[in-house]
C-alpha cells in the first residue's frame, strides 16, 4: 500500500477525524500516484488513516476511512451510500407534506459529499433520477463503484412497503473544482435512461420543473427548501427575488400570499423556466412591475398592477421577469426611487479563494446596501451567501456594515442555513457554507 508521512505536529486534525490533508502537513510520500488509495501514517510512523491521494490538488489527501480494516472497495462505498440514505429516509418521513395534497420528498439531497464521509461525491434525487457529481480525483476513479451502489438504492417510496429503484443516473461533473484536481469536465448518462429535459418536483405543494442537464449545479437549490418555507411569512407584498434563478422563492410568495413578484436574475433561460414554474402554481396571474415614482413605464415591465396584495390574500398574485446584471439594476432602481415590502438575494458564490475574500466582502456589502436602501419601512431582506470562505460570524458583519452604509436601522428576525438534507460533519465544518438572515429594516 502507497504511504504518505505527515510533518510532526500535523496530525491533530486527523486525530479529530478531520478529512483533509493539505500539501504542507506532508513530510514524504513512498511509492503514491495521483488517484492512489494511500495510508496515512505521522512522523512517529503510527497509521492515521486511508486517503485518496493527488499530487497536484492543494487538498493533497482526503480521507477514506479512520478505520485500519475497511478496505476501499465495492462493498465500502454501498455502506456509506445506505448509511447516508438513512438520514434521507427519516428526513423523507419528517418533511413530507401532509392534509389531502400530501406530497412525499422526492427532491433531495442524497449524499453530501465529505460531510456524509464520502469525500468528492455528490447525489440528488429528482423523482426516480439520481444526478451525480464526481469533484475530486479519488471520487471519479471509483466512479464505477458508486454507480453500481446507486442503481441496486431503493429510493424514498411513494407509499409505505414499495420498493422503488432509480430509472437512471445522470452525471453532472461540470464544475470548475475539477480542474484543481486535474480532471476535465464530464455529463452524460451513467446508468439507465437519460432524464428527460425537464423533471417535475414537488415541495410544500408547489410544483417546480427541474433541468437537472443544463442547470446550475444539479438543476435546483435543494438546500434552501427549509428557507423558503421560513421566509415566507415575510414576502408579501411587492416582493424583488433578485438571483432569481428558476423562481423558487418568488413562486413561494406568489402562490401562498399572492405578493406581487420582480423576478431578477442575468440568464434569460433561467427565467424562462421560471415563467414555467410560476405557471404551475399560480392562478390567474398577471405580468407587473411596480410604477416609477413619475409614472413612467419602468425598465422590463410590461404592466403596472391595479392593486396590493392584502393580508388575507384576496388580491391576484402578478409576476414580472427582467433580465439584467443585479448590481446595475439594484442602482437603477434606486435612483428611479422604487421601494419593495421585501427583497430576497440569494448571489452565486463570490469567494472563490482566500485571495480574492476581501473584494468579494465588499460585492456582498454593496449588494446588500442597494437593498436596504430599496425596503419600504418595515420592509424585510432576506439574504443570503453559499460561499465558504463567508462564515456565519463574517457575513453578519458584512449586512451590519451594509445597514451603517445604507443609513438603516435594522434588526435580524431569523438566522438561516442549509436544508437537514446537506448536513454538516461536526468533524468537517467546511460543509457548513449556506448562511442567511432576514432582517427587518426599519
Excluded at 18 to 47: C, K, L, M
Excluded at 248 to 255: L, N
Aim: proline share 5%; aromatic share 10%; with cysteine.
Amino acid at each position: 500500500m502507497p504511504k504518505i508521512f505527515l510533518k510532526r505536529g500535523k496530525e491533530k486534525p486527523l486525530r479529530h477525524h478531520h478529512p483533509w490533508i493539505f500539501s504542507g502537513a506532508i513530510a514524504r510520500v513512498e511509492n503514491a500516484n495521483d488517484g492512489d488509495t494511500v495510508d496515512v501514517y505521522d512522523a512517529a510512523g503510527q497509521w492515521l488513516a486511508r486517503a485518496a491521494y493527488n499530487a497536484r490538488s492543494q487538498i493533497v489527501a482526503r480521507v477514506w476511512t479512520f478505520e485500519r480494516d475497511e478496505p476501499i472497495d465495492r462493498a465500502f462505498f454501498r455502506n456509506r451510500i445506505v448509511g447516508a440514505k438513512h438520514l434521507q429516509t427519516r428526513l423523507a418521513e419528517a418533511l413530507t407534506d401532509v392534509g389531502a395534497n400530501a406530497s412525499p420528498l422526492r427532491a433531495y439531497r442524497l449524499v453530501n459529499a465529505e460531510s456524509d464521509f464520502l469525500p468528492g461525491v455528490v447525489i440528488d434525487q429528482y423523482d426516480d433520477f439520481l444526478v451525480a457529481q464526481f469533484l475530486t480525483l479519488g471520487a471519479e476513479l471509483h466512479k464505477q463503484e458508486i454507480v453500481d451502489a446507486l442503481a441496486t438504492l431503493s429510493l424514498n417510496p411513494l407509499s409505505p412497503g414499495e420498493e422503488k429503484r432509480a430509472r437512471g443516473i445522470y452525471e453532472r461533473s461540470d464544475v470548475d473544482v475539477r480542474k484543481k484536481e486535474g480532471l476535465k469536465p464530464a455529463t452524460g448518462v451513467l446508468w439507465g435512461e437519460a432524464p428527460p429535459d425537464k423533471i417535475e418536483i414537488v415541495e410544500n405543494d408547489l410544483h417546480f420543473w427541474v433541468d437537472v442537464k443544463r442547470g446550475h449545479k444539479t438543476g435546483f437549490y435543494l438546500d434552501q427548501r427549509v428557507n423558503r418555507e421560513r421566509a415566507l411569512p415575510y414576502l408579501r407584498g411587492e416582493v424583488l427575488n433578485a438571483f432569481a434563478y428558476t423562481g423558487a422563492f418568488g413562486v413561494y410568495a406568489a402562490a401562498k400570499n399572492n405578493a406581487h413578484v420582480v423576478n431578477l436574475d442575468a440568464s434569460a433561460a433561467a427565467l424562462e423556466l421560471a415563467r414555467e414554474n410560476f405557471a404551475l402554481n399560480v392562478r390567474n396571474e398577471r405580468r407587473f412591475v411596480p410604477a416609477a415614482p413619475n409614472g413612467d413605464a419602468t425598465p422590463n415591465g410590461d404592466a403596472t398592477a391595479d392593486g396590493d396584495a392584502t393580508p388575507n390574500g384576496d388580491a391576484t398574485a402578478s409576476v414580472a421577469y427582467v433580465v439584467a446584471d443585479a448590481f446595475e439594476t439594484l442602482r437603477e432602481y434606486r435612483a428611479q426611487g422604487r421601494t419593495f415590502d421585501a427583497i430576497v438575494l440569494d448571489p452565486p458564490k463570490f469567494v472563490a479563494s482566500r485571495g480574492n475574500l476581501e473584494r468579494a466582502t465588499r460585492g456582498y456589502k454593496d449588494l446588500n446596501m442597494l437593498a436596504l436602501q430599496l425596503l419600504s419601512p418595515n420592509g424585510f431582506l432576506v439574504t443570503f451567501s453559499c460561499s465558504g470562505l463567508v462564515d456565519a460570524k463574517l457575513f453578519q458583519q458584512i449586512i451590519f456594515g451594509a445597514a451603517v452604509d445604507a443609513k438603516r436601522d435594522a434588526q435580524i428576525v431569523e438566522k438561516l442555513g442549509q436544508s437537514p438534507d446537506h448536513p454538516v460533519g461536526l468533524h468537517f465544518p467546511e460543509g457548513e457554507y449556506l448562511k442567511g438572515l432576514i432582517v427587518r429594516a426599519l
